[in-house]
């Protein structure tokens, strides 16, 4: 029991075996390797960035079917003698590709689209191997931030789920006497959304995980909810339109119609609903395919007109700044679009064009990101 106090006994003398407090205490013990992480996820997203560009490349090259057949680990080894070249080669020469499209091909020819598709499948190994093994450290050591283990382990499943449609596209185009010579343009869309929702959800992460978990805590008490709102609005209606470019990628529609902003010097395609029935038009027909992703992208510019408008009335110059570059961008975007266009969409401008709708998505992201987290400013440094 301890002693009585004196009454004028200083507080300091008696409380000096106390610990004294330390500022961000509580997040000690919670936030774990968040630098580390960070680093880590930062390198994923690189991986998965240069995987969705190998990816087009690899559709403008028409090299996606070359390999007929799916093995995630015994694939990982390329043909290695005469003998292999051979067997693969073969496998090509019977699915409708090559007996409709590429009956020209010969060994060289071959190996040139084999290394493309390869390459592809090995990049999809890697950026794997990388999360596993960022994910096993970090867990081992007991270094994952509170609340990120079922986060982490979600991209994890996410990129097994893209291996498999993968494969899962592929094999529309893998077929004999059907007279398929392309994947199903729908199994692109849903391959090429999903690799933009994994390259979403990382930079999200990232920019999570840039700054500490009080400070979010505390900008979120200055939300700014109507810009968040728009901003969501905006995403969303941005990845419709990068689906509908995956469809019009996967029947080479970009290529239909060649003229802007006419048609066929028509404001609606006359064979736009030639197919029946009449929703595989939707999904087959280039004509209604191209017009939908024109018509698409100029509603999607006007929207963001809307939501820049009410972003540059912020009251914190970084989140001003967000908006200004997603409305620059989507310009340039829009304009790029156009001369794909004009141009017959030449591999060179139409992976371009996809690459930079990959920006795109990333600084609406940013910019969305900023009106649920705004990042303080002073008086003096406010506009």
Not at 1 to 13: H, P, Y
Not at 195 to 216: H, N, P, Q, V
């Amino acid at each position: 029991m301890s002693g009585k106090r004196k009454l004028f006994e200083e507080v300091a003398t008696v409380d000096a075996a106390k610990p004294a407090a330390q500022p961000g205490r509580i997040d000690k013990g919670q936030d774990g390797a968040r630098r580390a992480i960070r680093l880590w996820l930062q390198v994923l997203f690189a991986l998965v960035f240069l995987m969705i560009a190998v990816g087009g490349l690899t559709r403008l090259t028409d090299s996606g079917l070359s390999i007929t057949e799916w093995r995630p680990i015994t694939g990982a080894l390329p043909p290695m003698t005469a003998a292999d070249w051979q067997s693969e080669f073969e496998k090509y020469q019977a699915i409708d590709e090559f007996r409709i499209q590429n009956q020209w091909m010969e060994m060289a020819d071959f190996k040139v689209i084999y290394w493309w598709e390869w390459g592809h499948r090995q990049l999809g190994r890697v950026i794997g191997l990388v999360w596993a093994l960022g994910f096993g450290y970090f867990a081992i050591r007991r270094q994952i931030p509170t609340g990120w283990h079922g986060r982490l382990l979600w991209l994890g499943l996410l990129g097994g789920a893209q291996g498999a449609i993968g494969w899962w596209m592929v094999a529309s185009g893998v077929t004999q006497g059907e007279g398929m010579t392309d994947v199903a343009s729908y199994r692109l869309a849903t391959h090429l959304g999903l690799a933009f929702i994994i390259l979403g959800f990382i930079a999200w992460y990232i920019m999570e995980l840039g700054r500490r978990a009080s400070d979010l805590m505390q900008a979120r008490r200055a939300k700014e909810t109507r810009q968040w709102g728009l901003s969501t609005g905006l995403l969303h209606f941005t990845f419709l339109q990068i689906l509908l470019g995956a469809l019009v990628a996967g029947i080479d529609a970009g290529r239909s119609y060649t003229d802007w902003p006419l048609m066929g010097g028509q404001v609606f395609p006359a064979t736009a609903l030639s197919f029946e029935p009449l929703w595989r038009n939707f999904f087959e027909s280039p004509g209604l395919v191209q017009f939908m992703h024109r018509v698409t992208g100029y509603v999607l510019i006007a929207f963001t007109v809307v939501v820049w408008l009410r972003g540059r009335k912020s009251s914190h110059p970084n989140t001003r700044f967000a908006f200004n570059a997603v409305l620059a961008a989507m310009a340039l975007q829009i304009v790029l679009g156009i001369v794909t266009v004009l141009y017959g969409a030449p591999a060179h401008i139409a992976i371009f064009h996809q690459t930079l709708a990959v920006i795109v998505w990333v600084l609406i992201l940013r910019a969305r990101f900023l009106s649920g987290y705004p990042l303080a400013t002073s008086v003096r440094g406010a506009s």
